[in-house]
């Protein structure tokens, strides 16, 4: 039995005032739709948007990791114009992909990572990304959290995403109370419904980015306050 979410010894600070209800998702996901993302979605949410392929999406997942969405936005175009297939990346010099992905966090062993996988995907899978979480996985450097929105946001296919954004919103809100990413994705896949997957990330990273932010998030500018349980949060704007 997954827990709604008010472990609340393990997960709030002393001192902190947490309330004990059950969160209405369907508001949270409703309001968070028309205020949040009406500012903007993250780079691989619009490049799915504008019928990228799934290529695309996975090369430029793995850019955005400890990187802010503007730096992988960019680092992706420029990418992108050199290679946008893994025949042709397989070909680029990693140094070529390094200039190209910079200042991306970690781009040298990332511009290494895009030349392997791509190697891989001509040589394994005939130049295509897979479209299953087992294949996906198979991939060097590729886990649960890349799998799930390639899947989702490549193919149109259920799966839930969830980086730190997901994991810390989800659990600050009191709707899950987990202490990992690989538990909070198993206890949305037992609690969230069906229809929400796919745009759960898309959501939650736009909202952690520019509101409900790990330290002092902005609370008083936070649509969704009135149904937040604010588990953890002792200090907020």
């Not at 059950?22 to 993302?37: M, W």
């Not at 680029?92 to 390094?98: C, G, N, Q, R």
């Not at 296919?157 to 600050?172: A, F, Q």
């Amino acid at each position: 039995m997954i827990n709604a979410g008010y472990d609340l010894d393990r997960n709030a600070s002393p001192g902190v005032n947490v309330k004990k209800r059950g969160l209405d998702i369907d508001k949270v996901v409703r309001r968070l739709q028309e205020t949040v993302l009406a500012e903007g979605v993250p780079i691989v949410s619009r490049m799915a948007a504008e019928g990228y392929s799934p290529f695309a999406i996975l090369a430029s997942t793995l850019l955005s990791l400890r990187t802010k969405d503007e730096v992988t936005a960019a680092a992706t175009d420029r990418l992108l114009k050199l290679a946008d297939t893994p025949g042709k990346m397989m070909h680029l010099p990693e140094k070529a992909i390094s200039r190209a992905i910079y200042p991306v966090g970690f781009y040298r062993n990332k511009a290494r990572r895009l030349r392997e996988i791509s190697a891989v995907l001509v040589e394994n899978c005939g130049g295509a990304v897979p479209d299953s979480m087992e294949e996906l996985l198979k991939l060097k450097g590729v886990g649960r959290k890349t799998a799930n929105l390639v899947l989702s946001l490549g193919f149109d296919k259920d799966g839930i995403c969830v980086d730190t954004h997901v994991h810390r919103i989800s659990n600050r809100l009191g709707y899950v109370a987990t202490r990992t990413p690989e538990k909070t994705e198993a206890a949305l896949r037992e609690k969230l419904p069906k229809k929400y997957w796919k745009i759960y990330n898309t959501i939650l990273v736009a909202f952690g980015q520019k509101i409900c932010r790990p330290i002092s998030p902005l609370c008083s500018a936070c649509p969704v306050s009135d149904c937040c349980d604010r588990i953890g949060v002792t200090r907020s704007r």
